[in-house]
């Protein structure tokens, strides 16, 4: 048998082999699978040293005209869809925390509202704990905002006025749903749903006594820009500690009793 011949039998059986070797493969995962994924290399670049930002850029020396500017900004640009969207972060009585993703629903010098159930996991944290930090995360600007507080319900009159202002669909989910208990399925909160649709008509929905208004009320509030060489910009406004010296070299004299800083990245 010519050499040629011969090599292009071996190679055939040899493929022929890997394909009925491959085929048998069990696609079933082992019952103790290795999960060890290594995602060191994922990384994106960030702002670079043109674009820093600087304590001479702050258009406000206070908070909360500085997030207004940033705010908008976010608002803006179309590929942020949820520029209100943010984290909260509550807390047991004994420090175990929590974090979900909640909708902001309002700002100005008093602080930063959101509504929810008060019988969530969120709505009992804070009852026993009633502080709380929020992280707003604008990915395509390279921005975040981190705010810290303590935490008050907001009136009934303005859980009542907000209440009315959600879709129907929205107003009747709050009485359908026990948020954070179990249930047995999805079919559980279609019956609930269905139960209520017939019992309030659209315009008549009264707001569930289990549902209502926090608002965050800053202590502090960081800015952080991101930079490609992570040598990150932050500046953190925070209300001053009792008999501080202001410095104006560490720690700048804000307005409406406000003092601000940069941190290290």
């Given at each position: 048998?010519?050499?040629?011949?011969?090599?292009?039998?071996?190679?055939?059986?040899?493929?022929?082999?890997?394909?009925?070797?491959?085929?048998?493969?069990?696609?079933?995962?082992?019952?103790?699978?290795?999960?060890?994924?290594?995602?060191?290399?994922?990384?994106?670049?960030?702002?670079?040293?043109?674009?820093?930002?600087?304590?001479?850029?702050?258009?406000?020396?206070?908070?909360?005209?500085?997030?207004?500017?940033?705010?908008?900004a976010?608002?803006?640009?179309?590929?942020?869809?949820?520029?209100?969207?943010?984290?909260?972060?509550?807390?047991?009585?004994?420090?175990?925390?929590?974090?979900?993703?909640?909708?902001?629903?309002?700002?100005?010098?008093?602080?930063?509202?959101?509504?929810?159930?008060?019988?969530?996991?969120?709505?009992?944290?804070?009852?026993d704990?009633?502080?709380?930090?929020?992280?707003?995360?604008?990915?395509?600007?390279?921005?975040?905002?981190?705010?810290?507080?303590?935490?008050?319900?907001?009136?009934?009159?303005?859980?009542?006025?907000?209440?009315?202002?959600?879709?129907?669909?929205?107003?009747?989910?709050?009485h359908?749903?026990k948020?954070?208990?179990?249930?047995?399925?999805?079919?559980?909160?279609?019956?609930?749903?269905?139960?209520?649709?017939?019992?309030?008509?659209?315009?008549?929905?009264?707001?569930?006594?289990c549902?209502?208004?926090?608002?965050?009320?800053?202590?502090?509030?960081?800015?952080?820009?991101?930079?490609?060489?992570?040598?990150?910009?932050?500046?953190?406004?925070?209300?001053?500690?009792?008999?501080?010296?202001?410095?104006?070299?560490?720690?700048?004299?804000?307005?409406?009793?406000?003092v601000?800083?940069?941190?290290?990245?």
């Amino acid at each position: 048998m010519p050499a040629r011949l011969c090599l292009r039998l071996i190679v055939k059986r040899i493929f022929e082999h890997r394909i009925i070797s491959l085929s048998t493969m069990s696609t079933t995962p082992t019952s103790n699978p290795t999960c060890n994924v290594d995602l060191g290399g994922m990384r994106i670049k960030y702002k670079d040293k043109s674009e820093t930002f600087t304590e001479d850029q702050l258009q406000f020396k206070e908070p909360i005209g500085q997030f207004k500017i940033w705010f908008d900004a976010a608002c803006n640009l179309p590929t942020i869809q949820e520029p209100n969207a943010m984290i909260v972060a509550t807390a047991t009585r004994d420090g175990i925390p929590s974090a979900r993703p909640v909708l902001l629903k309002g700002f100005s010098t008093e602080g930063f509202k959101f509504y929810t159930n008060y019988e969530s996991r969120k709505g009992r944290e804070l009852a026993d704990n009633p502080n709380a930090a929020l992280v707003f995360h604008w990915e395509p600007m390279r921005r975040t905002v981190r705010i810290e507080g303590r935490v008050e319900k907001t009136s009934q009159e303005d859980s009542d006025i907000y209440f009315s202002t959600r879709p129907f669909p929205s107003q009747i989910g709050a009485h359908a749903s026990k948020q954070s208990a179990p249930i047995a399925g999805r079919e559980t909160l279609m019956i609930k749903e269905r139960e209520f649709l017939a019992q309030f008509s659209e315009g008549k929905v009264p707001r569930p006594p289990c549902w209502g208004g926090f608002i965050v009320i800053p202590k502090c509030v960081e800015f952080w820009q991101g930079q490609s060489d992570r040598l990150h910009d932050r500046i953190r406004f925070r209300r001053p500690q009792p008999n501080e010296k202001i410095n104006n070299i560490l720690v700048h004299q804000g307005d409406d009793g406000w003092v601000y800083e940069r941190l290290s990245p």
